[in-house]
């Protein structure tokens, strides 16, 4: 089933070369994201040494914090979304160039026709890189519990994340 989002956008906007935008964004930003795996990876190697053929945890051995490794792996998703919020700005544009829609959309009975059709679709796509950005730091957070040694981990890591995203 095809979703029409045509009535959610300006008149006579190019739809699908925004969709083909927006879908770009978000998959170039869950492969960036996944920039966390490799870090984490190495982080949790240094944990352990080679006693012969065998991987041995050393006595002591912290892992690095959880936002450290983070770092900055969920930028893409917030770049996506101060596109979204720009493309709004674009939108309003768009009503003043060519054609001039502009006077037809004040013409409307419904004031807030304009405004809904510029500002749901980019309002929207923020708010689902704003979801996935969450869901991948609640899953990439899970894969950092679950698969390091309790022992090498440092006491309150969800507390630490903020001071480092913020």
Not at 58 to 63: H, K, L, N
Request: aromatic share 14%; hydrophobic share 50%.
């Amino acid at each position: 089933m095809k979703l029409d989002l045509s009535h959610h956008a300006p008149l006579g906007i190019n739809l699908q070369r925004e969709q083909r935008f927006f879908t770009t964004g978000i998959i170039c930003s869950i492969f960036y994201s996944l920039i966390f795996l490799p870090r984490y990876q190495q982080a949790r190697s240094m944990l352990y040494d080679w006693k012969g053929d065998k991987r041995v945890l050393i006595p002591g051995a912290i892992i690095e914090d959880f936002g450290v490794l983070l770092e900055n792996a969920l930028v893409g998703f917030l770049i996506l979304a101060l596109c979204m919020l720009a493309l709004i700005i674009y939108h309003y544009a768009y009503h003043y160039q060519g054609s001039k829609s502009i006077y037809l959309m004040k013409r409307l009975p419904n004031r807030w026709e304009m405004h809904r059709r510029c500002i749901t679709l980019p309002l929207l796509a923020a708010l689902i890189c704003l979801i996935a950005a969450i869901a991948f730091l609640l899953i990439y957070f899970g894969i950092y519990m679950v698969f390091t040694p309790k022992e090498c981990l440092t006491l309150g890591q969800w507390q630490k994340i903020w001071s480092v995203l913020l």
